[in-house]
């Protein structure tokens, strides 16, 4: 099993910056790629960034390009996601994931943190 604890959601106004961590502990070495996804009210999780921990390859979400960013602290076992220029439509609850599925889906991972929220207002 492994265990992920999000923190450090709010409160921003828009065009903002917010940073979410992502603590992982248990069986860490069982998962290799570490990401985001966000969920607004009535609408499905959707992928936001992922990070290879290894590599430190990164993906992104086309929505988010070149505002946020994805980075990791293997020696934590914490994934960061650093999100600047915050818009109205990032508003939602904001989950890690971690797994081993390149797919970008939701229902493809494995083990999922209990969510922080994110409010972006006007």
């Known amino acids: 099993q492994v265990h992920l604890v999000e923190s450090g959601g709010g409160l921003v106004q828009a065009g903002g910056s917010l940073r979410l961590s992502c603590a992982a502990s248990?069986?860490?070495?069982?998962?290799?790629?570490m990401s985001w996804f966000r969920q607004a009210p009535g609408k499905e999780r959707e992928f936001v960034a992922r990070?290879?921990?290894?590599?430190?390859?990164?993906h992104y979400a086309d929505s988010v390009k070149g505002r946020f960013t994805i980075s990791r602290d293997n020696a934590k076992n914490t994934v960061y996601l650093q999100m600047n220029g915050l818009k109205l439509e990032d508003t939602g609850v904001y989950y890690c994931?971690?797994?081993?599925?390149?797919?970008?889906?939701?229902?493809?991972?494995?083990?999922w943190g209990q969510g922080t929220q994110v409010t972006v207002s006007s």
């Open positions: 994931g971690a797994g081993q599925n390149w797919n970008t889906e939701a229902r493809f991972v494995d083990y």
């Open positions: 248990g069986r860490t070495s069982s998962t290799y790629l």
């Open positions: 990070i290879h921990l290894s590599s430190g390859i990164t």
